[in-house]
């Protein structure tokens, strides 16, 4: 992604590994500074996808494939820090993909910086080729909504969700994005409203009780990205997902989940066996670290919801565009 950096335009990723270190973009300081966080310390680095500052599926397992490269580097037990880094986030199935490949790449005796880089070319090279799958749902002139941030940001280069937006917007298409704000962190308005606008893609954020008001005037295609996908094509994302696939459904608009394989939980039968990540209250009971809600006052926070499968028009993956019933069709 180019972004501006001392007065430069530089192209830089979500994280990397350079001269021996991990650097990452931190998320949490966005949009306002863009800081990079540097370490070669595979304990930290988990805490950062703990902390969220790293975040989005296909870029956790991305930095958790440099934490186990750290953790090899420096003489850790593998299992152990297999164990630790799978611990820092429970839902994103990228995470555990990440790393049961890194653990199979150092076991066979891959020099383990160079197996992360590995991973993270080819879960990039995966995004762009959901864009290129993606772009030609994206008609000129159309209004398109997503959730959360599924960018570049998320993953490496490309995104998910905004991949095939990159690729229409590179193809000449206009058109025009509706960005829900995404409470309680707030992805959607400070990470993917940054995003499109460093793309110059037209959009606008709008409140995430608003989308059933857009859903009926014209948005023609939802694109989400997704943290797990369940054999049956249920599918976890950020929380107030499940309501824009219903809403979509009623009002007959198209529904599509961008994701690489390494987001697909074939193991999860369905939706039940995705475990869920709850956050802390204070995430919603407080904004911009001042609390709004009365004193004794709770607040629930599950930071994903399960959408049902049969909501989903298509996957769209490195390998084309699924309907939910045919997804054992990817793994041949
Ligand atoms: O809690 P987050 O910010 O990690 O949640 C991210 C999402 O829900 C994204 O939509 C999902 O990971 C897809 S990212 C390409």
Request: some cysteine.
């Amino acid at each position: 992604m180019k972004v501006e950096m001392h007065g430069a335009v530089r192209d830089i990723r979500a994280a990397w590994f350079e001269d021996g270190e991990l650097k990452l973009i931190d998320q949490r300081r966005l949009p306002h500074s863009l800081e990079i966080v540097s370490t070669t310390d595979w304990r930290l680095a988990t805490t950062l996808i703990r902390d969220m500052a790293v975040r989005g599926a296909p870029a956790i397992g991305i930095v958790a494939a440099y934490a186990m490269a750290l953790a090899a580097r420096s003489g850790a037990d593998i299992a152990e820090a297999a164990a630790f880094v799978k611990g820092a986030r429970p839902t994103a199935y990228d995470l555990f993909y990440a790393v049961d490949s890194m653990v199979a790449a150092i076991s066979a005796g891959e020099d383990p910086a160079a197996a992360a880089d590995a991973y993270a070319e080819t879960i990039i090279g995966k995004c762009s080729q959901i864009g290129r799958f993606g772009a030609p749902l994206i008609k000129d002139g159309m209004k398109v909504m997503t959730h959360c941030n599924a960018g570049a940001l998320a993953t490496g280069d490309w995104g998910t969700a905004l991949a095939p937006m990159r690729v229409a917007k590179n193809e000449g298409r206009r058109f025009f994005v509706y960005v829900s704000e995404t409470r309680p962190r707030l992805q959607g308005m400070q990470l993917t409203a940054w995003e499109l606008l460093q793309e110059g893609i037209d959009h606008a954020i709008i409140p995430d009780g608003a989308s059933a008001r857009y859903l009926a005037d014209g948005v023609g295609l939802v694109i989400t990205g997704a943290d797990r996908i369940a054999a049956n094509g249920d599918f976890a994302n950020k929380i107030g997902t499940f309501d824009k696939a219903v809403l979509a459904r009623h009002f007959g608009v198209p529904f599509y989940v961008a994701a690489p394989i390494s987001t697909f939980d074939f193991n999860a039968p369905d939706g039940r066996a995705i475990p869920i990540e709850h956050r802390a209250e204070e995430e919603v009971l407080c904004m911009a670290g001042m609390r709004l809600a009365p004193e004794g006052s709770h607040a629930l926070n599950p930071s994903f919801d399960v959408t049902p499968g049969d909501l989903v028009t298509g996957f769209i993956t490195e390998k084309g565009v699924f309907a939910p019933h045919d997804l054992d069709k990817m793994q041949s």
